[in-house]
Nanobody, 114 residues
Framework: VQLQASGGGLVQAGGSLRLSCAAS????????MAWYRQSPGKQRELVTD???????FYRDSVKGRFLIARGNAKNTVYLQMNSLNADDTGVYYC?????????WGQGTLVTVSS
């Protein structure tokens, strides 16, 4: 299974970005998909996730600004990020849980300039 994340880039504070992630190589649907991020000097942290029946979790710092959604295509997930600030800077990784295994994408860099 391979995950391909895209959509990162450089954006000014207050701006928006939309990340995409698609998992290929599995006939099974992911029971959950998530976005993690690793900011400079910090450990990787869970930003948000969504189960196959649509239950979502958001870390407090992104509530009301970020929106996670599953795509119509199997094993795709999107992250709409609004009102970005410098603390959102980092490498964003998508994760898919398929069966008993976790799979990770390569990461996409988000840089928010103040």
């Amino acid at each position: 299974v391979q995950l391909q994340a895209s959509g990162g880039g450089l954006v000014q504070a207050g701006g928006s970005l939309r990340l995409s992630c698609a998992a290929s190589g599995s006939i099974k649907s992911a029971s959950s998909m998530a976005w993690y991020r690793q900011s400079p000097g910090k450990q990787r942290e869970l930003v948000t996730d969504i189960t196959d029946d649509g239950v979502t979790f958001y870390r407090d710092s992104v509530k009301g600004r970020f929106l996670i959604a599953r795509g119509n295509a199997k094993n795709t997930v999107y992250l709409q990020m609004n009102s970005l600030n410098a603390d959102d800077t980092g490498v964003y990784y998508c994760e898919a849980v398929i069966g008993p295994q976790n799979f990770w994408g390569q990461g996409t860099l988000v840089t928010v300039s103040s």
